[in-house]
């Protein structure tokens, strides 16, 4: 591969040197960005910055088989050292960015908060979100954790071995896996959720019913319209003993898991002045406010990228699918050419023996067809805007997640009225009108 060594700025060992492009962010769409240029023969040098001690990894098994232990964390790592120095990436550990002086043709000074600099050509921002915090009385005890990174991981798992009863806040993705994960290691679990369902903000009424009965029917204690009023101490009053709820009654918890959303990390974007609504706004070719500034992932507010979305629909998605395939649209970006978002996206959940996933966004839906078969242990429901199919919900029914996502990705349709009947294949009826 043809590659261009690091640009050196001075003949002096210590003036940091600059390099083609730093991706802030060792995230999977850090990841993806560095390797898709590189496929696409972007030879200049890559600094890949993350501000975590671990070298990059994938996030989603942290709730699930790493918590249990079915994984070692070796396993998650993207790619070996040599991969990176192989392909001329330097990859930062342990620095994080506090402020970047950047001028008007993209180039810049990235500052860490350890006084090191990182001087640039081109600037990525793949800085993803971070966890949203509960701030009530005994919120610092120790015991009350969240789940968003692997030090978060490692910090659960330390405490699991003790603990009997645990309590998870937030009755999203991430808290109903975790809740499996640690219903199956033999703890008493209890889902609070302040909502009147579970995962209210991706799946509609009847994926979020049939999840709640789900879940009950396996053992776990799930509470919707319910939040907790306080964290109360043992008797040492530095670990977590106990949630006291808003109508008084109280849990034992010697752990207590937090899970409510996440915030986007956009403290960088808004110091170099970027357009910022819900995440960094980008175009359809993942380009910031300023035209030269990339950002990807998580953090960033795009254009809709599904068929036949609204005009000036705007989300925000958190998906290991996006962060690779909006990682490709930045990567065309940055090496001159406007490729649009490809993909349809979609999403998937593991819980217990419960494997959801998305096909589509089902914003906007005015319909919906419910597949349910008892017999077989799947589920899907397929939401429909007009007459036209634009999502689907499948438990446990990977058949019907591929036909809705290779119609949605052909721009075809399965009518609503023949797609009832959970014993017909859903490809076998796709049609274009």
Not at 42 to 67: C, M, N, V, W
Not at 92 to 116: L, P
Not at 249 to 273: C, Y
Request: glycine share 10%; aromatic share 6%; charged share 20%.
């Amino acid at each position: 591969m043809g590659t261009q060594a690091v640009e050196q700025e001075t003949a002096t060992a210590t003036v940091p040197t600059r390099t083609g492009l730093l991706i802030i962010g060792a995230s999977q769409s850090g990841v993806q960005l560095a390797v898709s240029l590189r496929a696409l023969g972007f030879d200049e040098h890559i600094t890949l910055l993350g501000d975590e001690d671990h070298r990059p990894y994938q996030r989603p098994a942290l709730s699930k088989e790493f918590l249990q232990g079915t994984v070692e964390s070796e396993s998650l790592i993207f790619r070996s050292n040599d991969y990176w120095a192989g392909h001329n990436v330097d990859l930062v550990k342990g620095e994080y960015i506090v402020r970047i002086d950047k001028e008007a043709d993209g180039s810049g000074v990235a500052h860490a908060s350890s006084g090191r600099e990182f001087p640039f050509k081109r600037l990525a921002l793949t800085v993803g979100a971070r966890a949203r915090k509960l701030e009530i009385d005994g919120s610092g005890l120790d015991g009350v954790l969240y789940l968003r990174n692997a030090d978060d991981a490692l910090a659960l798992k330390a405490r699991v071995g003790d603990a009997t009863d645990v309590v998870v806040i937030g009755g999203g993705f991430i808290g109903l896996e975790a809740a499996s994960s640690l219903q199956k290691m033999g703890k008493n679990v209890t889902v609070l959720e302040f909502g009147p369902r579970l995962v209210g903000r991706a799946v509609g009424e009847e994926t979020a019913e049939y999840f709640l009965q789900a879940h009950r029917s396996r053992g776990l204690d799930i509470r919707l319209n319910t939040s907790a009023a306080r964290f109360t101490a043992d008797d040492g009053g530095t670990r977590v003993a106990a949630v006291e709820l808003q109508d008084g009654t109280v849990l034992p918890a010697q752990i207590v898991l937090i899970g409510i959303g996440v915030i986007p990390n956009t403290q960088l974007a808004d110091q170099l002045g970027l357009a910022v609504d819900n995440g960094v706004v980008v175009d359809r070719f993942a380009l910031a406010s300023d035209g030269t500034t990339v950002a990807v992932g998580d953090v960033a507010n795009m254009p809709n990228p599904v068929p036949g979305s609204e005009p000036g629909e705007r989300i925000r998605l958190e998906s290991v699918n996006n962060a690779i395939e909006h990682a490709k649209v930045a990567a065309y970006s940055l090496t001159g050419r406007r490729e649009e978002y490809a993909g349809i996206p979609w999403f998937w959940s593991n819980q217990a023996d419960l494997k959801l996933q998305i096909a589509g966004l089902c914003n906007g839906y005015d319909q919906t067809v419910v597949r349910n078969d008892r017999e077989r242990g799947k589920f899907s429901v397929l939401y429909y805007r007009q007459g036209r199919i634009i999502a689907a919900d499948c438990v446990n029914a990977p058949l019907d997640f591929m036909a809705v996502k290779n119609a949605l990705a052909k721009g075809l349709n399965i009518p609503a009225d023949a797609a009832a009947d959970p014993g017909i294949q859903l490809k076998t009826i796709t049609t274009d009108s």
